[in-house]
């Protein structure tokens, strides 16, 4: 039998505290009309003290799995995107699979940042169709609050928490992630970093007072490279597929900039009524944006059987991707 890896369920979670453009405006000097017009951005979910991104995804995990009936112990892979794990050891993968008792799988996060999602749509691919697994759950899930510096404007206004998860399963009907693109160029690796916690830079008093723990963009850079690498990867991931931009239902391009997303569905032409947007109420979630804006469109009744969906994401490193799934 041939095998196809259709998305068969989507979840989501996001803390139920939100941070308004008012109350930043009270943190940092910054305003909201500053950070609508420039951004898009509106509100943001925040996590509590004691919640982090196990948390949000164990919870979106169980959601996916409920919409799409299947039972835990089915699942053999979980593929989690993040950039703020629970901790250094073990993956946040192991985490959420202990909570939600997947003991049949075998589970690996995957640092690609807010392309987190799409790298693990073509990973749950490729293991579908080289039979090494069946049934598979991706997860996006991020705690950016947390190495985000408060004090710093230039990306404090910018950034959410939230977790976003999919089922992806085996079927001998064709359909499901019809393609996928992935790209990365590491020698962009410093436009957008957290330089101390890591081997090179261990936590230490220092880095605990000059900031090196946050994250530190360059902003303006990141917004040109984000233009091209969006443009390209849903460009390269619809010649991939043979599929025409009049044929995509829906498209749902990773929440970073409003600016980026309009810019991206310009250039493949795909109208603003067809463009997925959510960056107002959760600013950009890095590899939860994706899932967060699937789940919401799917119980939102915004993608219907048969449906042709593009997905498409940058992020740091520098990396990009894409994928087309038929529902
Ligand atoms: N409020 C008010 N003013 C601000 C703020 C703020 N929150 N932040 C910056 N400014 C100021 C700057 O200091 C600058 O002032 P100056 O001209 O006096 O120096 C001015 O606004 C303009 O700043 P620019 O950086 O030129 O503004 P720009 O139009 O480029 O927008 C932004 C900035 C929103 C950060 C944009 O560059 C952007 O979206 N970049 C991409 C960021 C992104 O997508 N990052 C996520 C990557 S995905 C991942 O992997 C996590």
Redesign the pocket.
């Known amino acids: 039998m041939k095998r196809f890896a259709h998305v068969i369920g989507t979840g989501a979670s996001v803390p139920a505290r939100v941070l308004t453009n008012s109350d930043l405006e009270k943190m ?4 909201d009309e ?2 609508v017009s ?2 898009g951005i509106k509100r943001r979910h925040i996590a509590s003290d004691n919640e982090a991104s196990s948390d949000m995804a164990t919870k979106a995990a169980l959601n996916a799995l409920e919409s799409a009936n299947v039972k835990a112990e089915q699942v053999d892979l979980i593929i989690l995107g993040t ?1 703020t794990p629970d901790r250094p050891l073990p993956s946040t993968a192991c985490l959420v699979q202990n909570n939600i008792g997947a003991v049949n799988a075998a589970v690996m996060d995957i640092v690609a ?2 392309s987190g999602f799409v790298y693990g749509l073509a990973l749950a691919k490729a293991m579908i169709e080289s039979e090494q697994a069946d049934t598979i759950l991706v997860i996006g899930a991020e705690t ?1 609050s947390k190495i985000v510096n408060w004090k710093d ?2 990306t404090c ?3 959410g928490d939230g977790a976003g998860a999919a089922v992806v399963r085996v079927s001998g009907k064709p359909g499901g992630i019809l393609g996928t693109y992935m790209r990365s160029n590491g020698s962009l690796w410093n436009l ?1 970093t957290v330089p101390a916690g890591g081997s090179r830079m261990p936590i230490d008093f220092n880095s605990m007072q000059n900031g090196a723990r946050y ?1 530190q ?1 360059a ?2 850079d ?2 040109k490279n ?1 233009v091209m690498a969006m443009g390209e990867a849903a460009s390269e991931v619809l010649s991939r597929t043979g599929v025409s931009s009049k044929e995509i239902a829906l498209m749902i391009p ?1 929440q ?2 409003i ?2 997303i309009e810019s991206t569905a310009n250039r493949i032409k795909i109208p603003p009524e067809k463009v997925y947007v959510n960056i107002h109420e959760y600013g ?1 979630t ?1 590899a939860a944006s994706i899932p967060i804006a699937l789940d919401e469109a799917m119980r939102g009744g915004r993608i219907k059987p048969g449906d042709k969906v593009l997905m498409v994401a ?4 520098f990396t990009w991707g894409s994928a087309i799934v038929e529902f």
Request: positive net charge; aromatic residues 12%; contains cysteine.
């Open positions: 940092v000097d910054t305003e500053w950070i420039r951004t950039v940042a807010c950016l404007r230039n206004v910018l950034f957008l994250i963009m902003g303006p990141v917004y984000a990773h970073a900039n600016r980026i950009n890095s940058f992020g740091g490193g």
